[in-house]
Nanobody, 128 residues
Framework: QVHLVESGGGLVQAGGSLRLSCTAS????????WGWFRQAPGKAREFVAA????????YSADSVKGRFTISRDNAKNKVYLQMNSLKPEDAAVYYC?????????????????????WGQGTQVTVSS
């Protein structure tokens, strides 16, 4: 079993930055790929970014490319999402998710069904 806890959300002005963290329990952290998704009020949850088990491959949604960066620290069992140049449309609840190694590849990394474990989410609010 893997337990995920997100942190780092909050209120920021447009143009500002936040860094989200996700701490995972369990010994299998380094074998998993990790993703960030978000859900705004009244909208479906959407893919934001993902990082492979090795950390060598990352994917980002077009809407955040060049502004958001995903990274991981296997020694600390942490995944990060650095968010720069935030826009009001980035406001949402952000979720961290764990992708088991048997479901690897872009299709699984960028879709909700590729993830077996989810955190409770952290709220990001961006004021204009």
């Amino acid at each position: 079993q893997v337990h995920l806890v997100e942190s780092g959300g909050g209120l920021v002005q447009a143009g500002g930055s936040l860094r989200l963290s996700c701490t995972a329990s369990g010994r299998t952290f380094s074998r998993y790929a990790w993703g960030w998704f978000r859900q705004a009020p009244g909208k479906a949850r959407e893919f934001v970014a993902a990082i492979s088990g090795s950390g060598e491959i990352t994917y980002s949604a077009d809407s955040v490319k060049g502004r958001f960066t995903i990274s991981r620290d296997n020694a600390k069992n942490k995944v990060y999402l650095q968010m720069n140049s935030l826009k009001p449309e980035d406001a949402a609840v952000y979720y961290c998710a764990g992708n088991p190694p048997e479901y690897s590849g872009r299709v699984y990394y960028t879709r909700e069904y590729g993830y077996a474990y989810w955190g409770q989410g952290t709220q990001v609010t961006v004021s204009s």
